[in-house]
């Protein structure tokens, strides 16, 4: 069974950092590539970063661009977003997805449950 399970949001001051964690099961992630998303109450689903090791692409949408660094470990089957100088606009539920056919963005087979961030002072 393909799974992605999300973890390491949670309630950060701004300013501040946090990690999140994508872990893939019943797949190996390293053959996929992984976006990241986000989505605000009442805003669209929009996405945050992604990368590619298959046509060695990486993208960072401009509200985020210097801030958030997109990684993997390919021995734990896990992603990361490094999410650093949070700010409050960056409050939304984050989702990881997976695809098998490369794109950065591209047309994502799998997706987690989601986690948490929460920006406030």
């Known amino acids: 069974q393909v799974q992605l399970v999300e973890s390491g949001g949670g309630f950060v001051q701004p300013g501040g950092s946090l990690r999140l964690s994508c872990v893939g099961s019943?797949?190996?992630?390293?053959?996929?590539?992984i976006g990241w998303f986000r989505q605000a109450p009442g805003k669209e689903r929009e996405l945050v970063s992604c990368?590619?090791?298959?046509?060695?692409?990486?993208y960072y949408s401009e509200s985020v661009k210097g801030r958030f660094t997109i990684s993997r470990d390919n021995a734990k089957n896990t992603a990361y977003l490094r999410m650093n100088n949070l700010k409050a606009e960056d409050t939304a539920i984050y989702y990881c997805?997976?695809?098998?056919?490369?794109?950065?963005?591209?047309?994502?087979?799998?997706w987690g449950q989601g986690t948490q961030v929460t920006v406030s002072s």
């Open positions: 997805a997976a695809e098998v056919l490369g794109g950065c963005p591209g047309d994502y087979d799998y």
């Open positions: 019943g797949f190996t992630l390293a053959h996929y590539s």
């Open positions: 990368d590619s090791p298959s046509k060695g692409t990486t």
